[in-house]
């Protein structure tokens, strides 16, 4: 499945950059080093981590009107979080572009920003190898590593309240979906 989607590397890197295309192929190597530790099939967390960036489009206005041409109306929390819209806007582009129906891998696209509830255990590891990949460095970080090859819902719950309290800091608005997950997981690591 792996070799299917990369015949499509240069389309992606076009789309979205060489640095964010190489940041794609880290988050890939980093989810089959999760995947491996957790039992997770390996070439969905391959496909899933390369894919999970496809539609990071840097152009705001061209995102916004990108998502309006597949489906996605920018209101509501596409709105007032565009930073969001890339992930939705990705399952679509998986699906439609690089015929991914694998109903796990899409979601693991689609909720690698925002996280969820009840997430698989595949969408878990794609949340954190995005933010755990070699490159990334931020307060915490080393925390969240140590984690997340220990165990993914602690990784979940800590990077889901770190991420909400940076996005607080900065007033920026925090999408339902993201509260609702890092609740979630609240309960069950408590």
Aim: net charge negative.
């Amino acid at each position: 499945m792996i070799e299917d989607i990369l015949k499509y590397s240069d389309e992606i890197k076009d789309r979205i950059g060489e640095k964010r295309f190489l940041h794609t192929l880290r988050v890939k190597d980093t989810a089959i080093e999760l995947a491996k530790i957790y039992s997770v099939d390996e070439d969905k967390a391959a496909v899933a981590g390369l894919l999970h960036d496809c539609a990071k489009i840097r152009d705001v206005n061209l995102l916004k009107e990108e998502a309006q041409e597949n489906g996605l109306k920018v209101e509501g929390d596409f709105e007032k979080a565009p930073q969001i819209i890339h992930s939705y806007l990705g399952s679509l582009f998986a699906e439609k572009l690089y015929n991914v129906h694998d109903e796990d891998i899409l979601n693991a696209i689609k909720y690698h920003t925002t996280g969820r509830e009840n997430m698989s255990s595949l969408e878990k590891i794609i949340f954190l190898a995005d933010s755990i990949e070699p490159m990334r460095n931020f307060d915490g970080v080393i925390k969240l590593r140590e984690l997340s090859y220990k165990d993914l819902d602690e990784a979940m719950y800590f990077s889901l309240n770190s991420t909400i309290k940076m996005l607080a800091e900065k007033n920026i608005y925090i999408v339902p979906e993201t509260l609702y997950a890092r609740n979630f997981y609240r309960e069950m690591v408590n």
